[in-house]
């Protein structure tokens, strides 16, 4: 259904990735009048699985986006395993994620998501432009220039055109580029049928779940997607001298896969000899951006833009849906786009901030060095409490991340201080070689209940 709100704005989204058409679905929802401006030609069948939590799928449920024209796997656990025997560390359970936060936890092929997403901004009245890149950006106006020299105007104009945004360069003379983190990703597609036919494979598709196996220097993500059509795995390791040194993304090898896992778990080395043609990249994100918003009030940065987010809470894609969901509530409650861009930024930057802070300090305590500080961290990963170092790993912590609904902004209370939001006290308590629960970024007393 679209609502009609008090005034129906024009509105020019860069980018046709997730979070543009997430923000097009949105608001066109609401009776604007959006066009989205995508550089590619076409749109292309790209990228591998995404883990949607409660608190993007509860969005993409309000947007009425068709689940049932994507092919789904319903999370039933998180399962963190040791790399060299796949002994338990901790088993966290999903399958009541519609009861404890009020919306599934699913698998879903990123390209389908996309294609839903498409769908419904298109029935929403949506103008896609694709072979649009924009050149340049005129935030008093506001306006855009493309490359073939048209100029196109409106009332707001929202940059959804990813970490290497040309807004966010413009808007700060290239002053905040993308860091490199010092790993890369692997992502993997495996065909299900393959892995049924393995008696010690076969139920990483039948009790579909999140196994992660966490070992020295790299962390290995898997789960079904598709109905069990296919099998998605995500290696997040430590850059080696020589890899992707001049390239953000290469054609990976399965016998340097193969090398680099041989001493991990049968099942690990089983998976890494299905893994057929598939890519690698050097994974990035920011450093914190002053502003999101311009300061005439008419430009504004969403999503990976102004806070792109490693892999390792798998909130990149939420986040991105909870800006778009903000945005449009703030231009149903405020009169003026103004208005509605102070209330973006002053709910959203504080939660994503945080979320992007401990998908950076997750990198490393995922990835430590078998010894005294893993074993401690084994032990108060398998805790459900607030000392735990994973950040979903206390049910407070969860109840934080998945039961929030971006459209309701009072529903927003702040987990941890902007200090505590800092990623650098673990990585200290990593260098000193221990363990220490006063060194955790998370306590008790900075969760407000």
């Known amino acids: 259904m679209v609502i009609t709100p008090a005034t129906s704005r024009d509105i020019l989204i860069v980018g046709g990735g997730l979070g543009g058409l997430a923000a097009a679905t949105a608001l066109s929802a609401d009776g604007h009048r959006v066009r989205v401006l995508e550089g590619t030609k076409v749109f292309a069948e790209a990228g591998a699985g995404i883990r949607l939590p409660p608190n993007s799928t509860r969005l993409l449920q309000k947007w009425n986006i068709d689940f049932g024209e ?4 319903r ?25 404890l936060w009020g919306a599934p936890y699913l698998h879903v092929h990123r390209a389908d998501l996309h294609t839903g997403l498409l769908k419904k901004a298109l029935a929403n009245g949506v103008q896609v432009v694709n072979n649009a890149k924009v050149v340049k950006y005129d935030f008093d106006a506001p306006s855009v220039t493309l490359e073939d020299g048209q100029v196109l105007t409106a009332e707001l104009v929202l940059a959804a055109d990813g970490i290497k945004s040309l807004a966010r360069a ?84 399965r016998a340097d896969l193969m090398d680099r896992f041989k001493d991990w778990e049968p099942r690990i080395q089983k998976l890494c000899a299905l893994a057929d043609s598939f890519l690698k990249w050097r994974l990035h994100d920011l450093m914190p951006v002053p502003s999101w918003v311009h300061s005439a009030s008419k430009v504004a940065l969403l999503g990976d833009s102004c806070h792109p987010t490693l892999p390792y809470l798998s909130q990149g894609a939420a986040a991105a849906f909870e800006d778009a969901a903000c945005l ?19 709910i959203r930057k504080p939660r994503a901030s945080i979320i992007q802070a401990k998908s950076r300090e997750h990198q490393e305590l995922l990835h430590v060095e078998d010894g005294e500080f893993q074993r401690r961290r084994d032990m108060e990963m398998a805790m459900d409490r607030d000392s735990n170092p994973l950040f979903w790993g206390w049910a407070d912590r969860r109840k934080w991340l998945f039961a929030h609904d971006a459209e309701a902004a009072e529903s927003f209370v702040p987990l941890v201080t902007e200090d505590g939001a800092k990623p650098s006290s673990q990585r200290q308590a990593s260098q000193r070689g221990f363990f220490s629960v006063q060194s955790l970024p998370i306590t008790a007393q900075a969760v407000k209940l």
């Open 75 to 99: 999370a039933g656990s998180y399962h963190f395993r040791r790399w060299q025997d796949g002994s338990t560390i901790r088993i966290i359970p999903l399958h009541e994620a519609e009861t």
């Open 170 to 253: 413009q808007l700060f003379g290239n002053s905040i580029p993308p860091r490199d983190t010092g790993d890369v990703a692997y992502r993997i597609l495996i065909r299900g049928e393959q892995m049924l036919k393995d008696a010690e494979l076969a139920p990483l598709i039948l009790q579909p779940g999140t196994t992660s196996w966490c070992g020295p220097e790299a962390h290995i993500v898997g789960y079904p997607i598709r109905a069990g059509e296919l099998y998605n795995i995500v290696v997040c390791a430590t850059r080696r001298p020589g890899e992707c040194e001049t390239d953000w993304v290469i054609q990976g090898d």
């Open 328 to 346: 449009s509530q703030g231009l149903r409650r405020r009169s003026t786009i103004a208005a509605a861009l102070s209330d973006y930024e002053a």
């Open 70 to 73: 994507i092919k789904y796997c």
